[in-house]
C-alpha cells in the first residue's frame, strides 16, 4: 500500500496506519463516532484515565500489525485475504461500540435479536457463511457491540473491505470470537484467536497497557513486546494450525492474567465505579420515560441510527449515537431525571455499608462473613430489611462478585522446542486466586442522610448488623 498517515500514540509512539485504510475506515462518521465514545467507566475513581474507543481502535491495529510482522518473520507465508481481513477486524472491533461503551451496552438489546439482524443481513448483502446460521449466540459469550461492529462490517464497510481483498465474514467471525467448526480452517482460527482470544490477543495487549498508562494505577507491568515477539505460528504433523507462544513469555502470559484480575477486583468492582454505573443506568431509564410512556430504551439505541438518521418519538431524532447526544438528552430533561443530577454532580446520596471484600470481613468477623458471602441472596435481603426498619430509611444492594480468570486448558501452549509444545496449565504456574468461587459479595448501600443523624454512627450500624446477624444464623 502508498503513503501512510501517522499517529502519535501516548502509549505506543508513532503508529503508521496505510491511507487506503485512512480513507475507507478511520475517516469515515461511523469510526470518527469513536471520539467520543469513552473508553473506561472508572473516571470516578481515576479522573485521568479518559481516552476513547478511537485511540484505543488505533492501537489495536498497530498491535494486530505488530503480530503479523513477528509471524512473517519467520518465514510464514499467508493469504493476502487472511492478512487483510485480520487487520481490518483489529481496526474496526470497536466501530460498533455503544455510548458509554459497556455501561449502557445491554441497551442495544438481546444479543439473540442483534445476531438474527446481522444473520439476516449476510444473507441480503450476498454474503456466504452458512454454518453461522446454526449458530447457538446464546451458548457464547458474544457481546452487542461486537455483533454491531461484525454488522457494520457486511454492510456499511462490505465494499471496502472488499476493495482490499479482505472478506467481510471473516472480519465479523474474527469480531465476534467464532472460530470454524472445521479443522481445515485452522489458520482462520488461529487468527480468530490473536484478535478475540481466551488470554491474549491484539485487544487486551493494547488495553491492558492504555488502561494503567490512563488510569495510573500501579501494579505489574506487562511487557508487551515481549509476547509479540513470542507468537509462533505452529503447524502440527496432522497440518493443523495452532498460535503458541516462546518459553521465554510464559511470566509476562502469567502477568497478563494478574493484571486482568486486578482491573476485575479493584478497578471495575470498586464500590464508586459499581454505583456510579447503577445511578447512570438508572438516569437513561428516567430520561427514555422522560420522551414518552410508550418509548423503549431500545428506540432510543437503535441499531439504524448507525446507518441513518433514526425517530425515538415525536421531534426526537438520533443519529450514530455517541456519549454527547446521551447528555444533551439529559441536561434537556434533567428536571425530571433525579438520577442525572446525582451522576453529574457527583452528589452521592447513598454510601456502602463496607467499601471492600476485605473490609466485610473485618468488620464482621470470619464466621460471620463466611455465613454471609456464601448465601445465595437471602440474608442479603434480610439485612436489607433490617436496616429499612431499624432506621427508616432506603437501603439497596449491589453485587460486585469479581471475576477472577485463570489460563484454561486448552486455550494457551508454550513452545520449548520444535516437537516439544506443552500446555500452559501444566507448567506448574500459580492458579488464579479462587478467594471469590462459589461466593456472593454484596455492597449494602444506605442513605447518606443516615449519617448526618449526630446520635448515629457507622459504628453502631455494623455492631447492629453484626448483632442481627448472630440472631438468624442461630435460628437456622
Request: a negative charge.
Amino acid at each position: 500500500m502508498k503513503g501512510s498517515k501517522i499517529f502519535l500514540d501516548t502509549v505506543h509512539g508513532y503508529i503508521s496506519v496505510p491511507n487506503e485504510y485512512c480513507d475507507k475506515f478511520v475517516d469515515t462518521a461511523n469510526f470518527q463516532r469513536l471520539r467520543r465514545i469513552e473508553q473506561l467507566s472508572s473516571r470516578s475513581l481515576y479522573p485521568c484515565a479518559r481516552h476513547d474507543r478511537f485511540v484505543h481502535s488505533i492501537g489495536v491495529f498497530h498491535i494486530g500489525e505488530r503480530l503479523l510482522d513477528t509471524i512473517k518473520c519467520d518465514g510464514v507465508e499467508l493469504d493476502e485475504t487472511l492478512k487483510q481481513s485480520f487487520l481490518i477486524a483489529c481496526l474496526l472491533h470497536d466501530v460498533g461500540h455503544s455510548p458509554f461503551s459497556h455501561t449502557l451496552e445491554s441497551f442495544f438489546g438481546s444479543t439473540s435479536d442483534l445476531f438474527n439482524v446481522y444473520k439476516s443481513n449476510l444473507v441480503e448483502n450476498g454474503i456466504e457463511d452458512q454454518s453461522l446460521q446454526a449458530l447457538d449466540v446464546t451458548k457464547t459469550d458474544v457481546k452487542q457491540h461486537e455483533i454491531m461492529s461484525a454488522l457494520l462490517c457486511v454492510t456499511m464497510y462490505k465494499e471496502a473491505i472488499l476493495s482490499l481483498n479482505g472478506d467481510p465474514a471473516l472480519v465479523g467471525r474474527m469480531i465476534m470470537g467464532f472460530q470454524y467448526n472445521d479443522d481445515i480452517k485452522s489458520l482462520e482460527n488461529s487468527f480468530i484467536t490473536l484478535l478475540h482470544g481466551d488470554v491474549i490477543d491484539a485487544d487486551k495487549l493494547d488495553y491492558i497497557c492504555r488502561d494503567k498508562w490512563s488510569s495510573g494505577y500501579q501494579n505489574n507491568s506487562v511487557d508487551v513486546e515481549r509476547i509479540i515477539k513470542s507468537v509462533k505460528l505452529h503447524r502440527n504433523k496432522e497440518g493443523k494450525y495452532s498460535i503458541v507462544y516462546l518459553k521465554n513469555a510464559l511470566y509476562d502470559i502469567q502477568s497478563m492474567m494478574d493484571n486482568k484480575n486486578f482491573q476485575n477486583n479493584w478497578v471495575f468492582k470498586h464500590h464508586q465505579v459499581i454505583y456510579e454505573q447503577k445511578i447512570f443506568k438508572d438516569a437513561v431509564e428516567e430520561l427514555v420515560k422522560c420522551l414518552g410512556k410508550d418509548v423503549k430504551k431500545e428506540q432510543l439505541f437503535n441499531y439504524r441510527s448507525f446507518f441513518e438518521k433514526t425517530e425515538v418519538c415525536d421531534g426526537i431524532f438520533v443519529y450514530m449515537l455517541s456519549d454527547d447526544d446521551i447528555i444533551h438528552l439529559m441536561k434537556s430533561h434533567h428536571e425530571n431525571i433525579p438520577h442525572f443530577s446525582e451522576w453529574f454532580s457527583r452528589s452521592y446520596e447513598y454510601v456502602p455499608i463496607w467499601k471492600t471484600y476485605s473490609e466485610l470481613i473485618a468488620i464482621l468477623g470470619s464466621d460471620l462473613s463466611d455465613y454471609l458471602l456464601n448465601d445465595v441472596g437471602e440474608v442479603y435481603d434480610k439485612i436489607e430489611d433490617f436496616l429499612r426498619n431499624e432506621y427508616n430509611v432506603k437501603v439497596f444492594t449491589l453485587e460486585s462478585t469479581p471475576l477472577m480468570k485463570s489460563v484454561e486448558k486448552g486455550k494457551v501452549y508454550l513452545m520449548y522446542g520444535d516437537d516439544l509444545i506443552v500446555d500452559y496449565t501444566d507448567l506448574g504456574m500459580p492458579k488464579a486466586d479462587t478467594t471469590y468461587k462459589n461466593k456472593t459479595f454484596k455492597y449494602v448501600f444506605v442513605e447518606k442522610t443516615l449519617f448526618e443523624n449526630t446520635e448515629i454512627n457507622r459504628k453502631d450500624i455494623v455492631l447492629k448488623i453484626v448483632d442481627f446477624l448472630n440472631e438468624i444464623k442461630r435460628l437456622h
